[in-house]
């Protein structure tokens, strides 16, 4: 069964800083993978998205992700946050079915 | 650019009634979800939809839940006998082609 593990349930980064948030996956196939980001009281975001093709995969916002097979892993990374990024970020994996993470909330100290 | 809206977005309802949350999906989209996310908890597949019928849910979806497209801009969740726990935000997506979910901005459930 598919399923996808976020390891850190909560992050706090400087402003100005970079960013790394980390997903891993479980999945019979090639999966299908997302980043999804969530503010308060708001719907899901799209960030990114992965099918095929290159593993490094750019988002909306100045975020990427990197798919890597050998490590089941699909990281979501930024390389200066800023302090409207604030928010609850959400890996998932699939298509019928899509199954979300528990998601990693993100502080970002001015 | 098209998106999926809810209504409404927040729904009060006492412990037993039945509930019907309403999607509009992206209208040439054929692919329709509902997904449920528990305050501070992961985002939850409920259902999926195509071609008028249900192709995937989750053993979450029992028999208190229903989904319904009654016509051809509409889908909805229909929860009978609403309990407690029910409690949650719940969203609605839509799919041209089941890898690309768009999602509404949900519609919060209270159950008193």
């Known amino acids: 069964a598919q399923s996808v593990t976020q390891p850190d349930i909560h992050i706090t980064v400087s402003e100005g800083a970079s960013l790394e948030l980390r997903c891993n996956y479980s999945?019979?196939?090639?999966?299908?993978l997302f980043w999804y980001v969530q503010s308060p009281g708001q719907g899901l975001q799209l960030l990114l998205k992965?099918?095929?093709?290159?593993?490094l995969v750019q988002g909306i916002k100045g975020f990427e992700a990197e798919f890597k097979r050998s490590q089941s892993s699909f990281n979501l990374r930024k390389p200066s946050v800023h302090w409207s990024d604030a928010a609850e970020y959400f890996c998932?994996?699939?298509?019928?079915?899509?199954?979300f993470g528990a998601g990693t909330r993100l502080t970002v100290k001015p | 650019e098209p998106e999926v809206t809810q209504t409404p977005s927040h729904q009060v309802t006492q412990m037993g009634q039945e509930v019907i949350l309403r999607c509009v999906p992206i209208?040439?989209?054929?692919?329709f979800y509902w997904y449920r996310q528990i305050l501070g908890q992961k985002v939850e597949f409920l259902v999926s939809?195509?071609?008028?019928?249900?192709?995937?849910k989750s053993e979450i979806f029992d028999d208190q839940f229903s989904v319904e497209r009654p016509d051809g801009s509409n889908f909805t969740l229909k929860i009978r006998s609403t309990k407690l726990e029910d409690s949650a935000m719940y969203f609605c997506?839509?799919?041209?082609?089941?890898?690309?979910?768009?999602f509404g901005n949900g519609t919060r459930l209270t159950v008193t």
């Open positions: 997506a839509s799919s041209l082609t089941a890898r690309d979910l768009h």
């Open positions: 999945y019979g196939a090639t999966p299908y």
């Open positions: 992965y099918f095929s093709g290159d593993t």
């Open positions: 998932a994996v699939g298509a019928k079915d899509m199954r």
């Open positions: 209208s040439n989209h054929l692919y």
């Open positions: 939809f195509y071609n008028n019928e249900i192709s995937e």
